[in-house]
């Protein structure tokens, strides 16, 4: 995950939550044999395509992400793609946080939690963001990236 270059593209915060860092080994079966790491490089080349910058970024704490949906507002990011991990389905301090900033955010997930355990079923992110992408593995970050030019 590169730094952010020194650029002045309009910048997408990609903020990853909790075993994202583990995609590639983790349930491959669910989430895919792709890496944060090779799914930062793809958003990265095609963020160069749409006149953007992305700026990557993977915790396993909710305030980290919560700190950086505000730095997000802070320094005037164009959007937020979020993937919050199972911070998704609890956390109501990112309800808050999402509330609380007027960057665009989109929920981003790899699989589709509408089709897995219920507990998955409600998303406080996403009664919060503006739109939500699931299920299509890697390919909904790079379309809720697709979005970003047009929000
Ligand atoms: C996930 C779905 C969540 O339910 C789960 O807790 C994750 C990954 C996804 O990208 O499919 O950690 O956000």
Redesign the pocket.
């Given at each position: 995950m590169a730094n952010r270059p020194d650029t002045a593209r309009p910048v997408v915060y990609v903020l990853n939550?909790?075993?994202?860092n583990l995609l590639g080994t983790r349930e491959p079966h669910i989430?895919g044999s792709e890496t944060l790491d090779d799914i930062a490089g793809s958003l990265e080349d095609r963020a160069i395509e749409l006149g953007l910058d992305v700026d990557v970024r993977q915790s396993n704490h909710e305030g980290h992400l919560i700190d950086w949906l505000h730095e997000a507002s802070a320094t005037g990011a164009a959007a937020v793609l979020l993937?919050?991990?199972?911070y998704?389905?609890t956390s109501v301090a990112l309800y808050d946080a999402i509330k609380a900033i007027s960057v665009p955010v989109i929920e981003v997930?790899?699989?589709n939690?509408h089709t897995?355990e219920a507990f998955?079923h409600q998303s406080y992110v996403g009664m919060a963001a503006k739109a939500t992408i699931?299920g299509l593995g890697s390919l909904s970050y790079l379309l809720a990236l697709e979005a970003v030019p047009r929000l």
């Open positions: 939550g909790p075993n994202l989430y993937n919050a991990g199972a998704t389905h997930h790899l699989s939690p897995r998955r699931a």
